[in-house]
Each structure stands twice: as C-alpha cells, then as structure tokens.
T-cell receptor, first 115, second 113 residues
Framework: GAGVSQSPSNKVTEKGKDVELRCDPI?????LYWYRQSLGQGLEFLIY????????KSGLPSDRFSAERTGGSVSTLTIQRTQQEDSAVYLC?????????????FGPGTRLTVT | AQSVTQPDIHITVSEGASLELRCNYS??????LFWYVQSPGQGLQLLLK??????LVQGIKGFEAEFKRSQSSFNLRKPSVHWSDAAEYFC???????????FGKGTTLSVSS
C-alpha cells in the first residue's frame, strides 16, 4: 500500500518568510510524528499527534514552529519568520498507534533551505 | 535523560566481510529498540525492532541485532556485506513517555570492493 508522503520534496525560501510542510500518513495510522534532520543536530523529535491532538509538543524549538492535524489524517508543519538555522530535512512518520508498541514509518522528507 | 550512543561515526568494510555496528542506550526499563537505514536522499527504512522476548532479532536484508541488557547494547550485524548496504544507519529507542523515538547520531557505512 501507499507509504507516508510529504510535500513539497524541496523548498527554498527567503529568511523571514513563512513556510508550510505537508504530511500524508499511512491510511489508518492514528499516530503521526514530525522530526528534523540537520547536520549538526542529527535526528530530533519535534511533535507527536494521536488523532488530532498533540499530547507531546516538547520538541518544537521555538514558538515560530506550529503543527496541526485535521481529520486524524493530514498534518501541516508551519514555520513562521524562517531563519537560516531552520534549514534542515523535515521528516514525517506515522504508526498504527503510539510509539511504544509499534514501529514508525517515515516519509521521504522535505528539504528546507532558508536563504 | 534517555540517550542513544553510536560510537562509530564512519566504518568501512570490504564487500563480503562481516559487519557489526554498535549501539548503546540509556533507559531504566525494558526498552523498545529499532535500527533504521537511510540511503542518500532517501527517508528512513526500518531494518528491525526489539520489543521483548528473544534477544536475537532478525530483520530485512539479512541484518540481525542482539539485545544485551547487561551491556545496554543493541548491536547490528550482517555476516556478509554487499555494496548496496552502503548507507547511514541509525539506532533508536522509544522515549519514556512513549511519544517519540530518540536517535543516535548515526553510523555511515562505506563498502569497499
């Protein structure tokens, strides 16, 4: 079946602009996660959704970052007033339910470059 | 705080030779452990997982890993490496809240002919 999809695959934006990154999880997966992968920091957790609610937002680096999930499916990660340090690959993952008992399946990522 | 350590940043192995990638974790209870592989420009692919039971787990592509509680380790092995195995490998553990994966920094595997 279809895996996790993300769009766009690449995004170049100017410093100070807002960007939206989209994630379509595997159908039927109730848990959804956003991670960020950068050269200096490795893979970092950003936010976890169970259904439409986000019980764990502890990884969001600043209040410029927000995410929502609608209909228990698609999720959007929004970065406001982008900074150069936001340049990274943003990965989305989904799992059947919570992380403890089920493996996470990752999308191909969105490469964000802030100029 | 929980953490995952992959001591080797880069390893080069000859094609056909055996491979072992090291992973150590810090976690008080029984961990849920994973190995993922990432080829250049690709997302993360799950190789194998350990939740409970048999401490030697088999995965895809001929990989296996052994959970050793006494050493807090979950090392990845393959008896004979193929050139297509060249990639970056990440070890991960589920956090205590059960809401996220904590990843190691990764080990880049190069395969020489």
């Amino acid at each position: 079946g279809a895996g996790v999809s993300q769009s766009p695959s690449n995004k170049v934006t100017e410093k100070g602009k807002d960007v939206e990154l989209r994630c379509d999880p595997i159908s039927g997966h109730t848990a959804l996660y956003w991670y960020r992968q950068s050269l200096g920091q490795g893979l970092e957790f950003l936010i976890y959704f169970q259904g439409n609610s986000a019980p764990d937002k502890s990884g969001l680096p600043s209040d410029r970052f927000s995410a929502e999930r609608t209909g228990g499916s698609v999720s959007t990660l929004t970065i406001q007033r982008t900074q150069q340090e936001d340049s990274a690959v943003y990965l989305c993952a989904s799992s059947l339910t919570s992380a403890s008992g089920y493996e996470q399946y990752f999308g191909p990522g969105t490469r964000l470059t802030v100029t | 705080a929980q953490s995952v350590t992959q001591p080797d940043i880069h390893i080069t192995v000859s094609e056909g030779a055996s491979l072992e990638l090291r992973c150590n974790y810090s976690y008080g209870a029984t961990p849920y452990l994973f190995w993922y592989v990432q080829s250049p420009g690709q997302g993360l692919q799950l190789l194998l997982k350990y939740f409970s039971g048999d401490t030697l787990v088999q995965g895809i592509k001929g990989f296996e890993a052994e959970f050793k509680r006494s050493q807090s380790s979950f090392n990845l092995r393959k008896p004979s490496v193929h050139w297509s195995d060249a990639a970056e490998y990440f070890c991960a553990v589920v956090n205590q809240a059960g809401t996220a994966l904590i990843f190691g920094k990764g080990t880049t595997l190069s395969v020489s002919s």
